[in-house]
């Protein structure tokens, strides 16, 4: 791996290329996770499918939801994708906000 530091706009980056040579690329490791907010017994966690970024998140906490709403709205690669609901319950928490950066398995929210 090599380290660059990259200024875009007026804002310096640091970043880290690694240089292939026709093998296949080694997996990366994979960074830690957020140690999750703690839910109380019987929440179901919903976490982030993929990195993105949050575009907008559809409700608010103590709201009752039911299967299949939509709850956050998560732009990957271009593309807006919405976070269902996984069951009906009410929102106990959520963990994020408009406009964070989010990494797999990020915990955006808890049903109850």
Request: glycine share 8%; charged share 20%.
């Amino acid at each position: 791996m090599k380290k660059y530091r990259v200024t875009v706009n007026g804002t310096a980056y640091e970043i880290e290329l690694e240089e292939l040579t026709g093998a296949a690329p080694a997996a990366p490791a994979p960074a830690a996770a957020p140690a999750p907010a703690p839910a109380a017994a019987g929440g179901e966690q919903v976490t982030s499918p993929m990195p993105g970024t949050i575009l907008d998140v559809k409700v608010t906490q103590g709201a009752s939801v039911k299967k299949g709403d939509v709850l956050m709205v998560l732009e990957a690669m271009k593309m807006e994708n919405e976070i269902m609901c996984p069951r009906d319950g009410k929102v106990a928490s959520i963990n994020t906000s408009k406009g964070a950066t989010v990494e797999s398995g990020t915990l955006l929210c808890v049903i109850q």
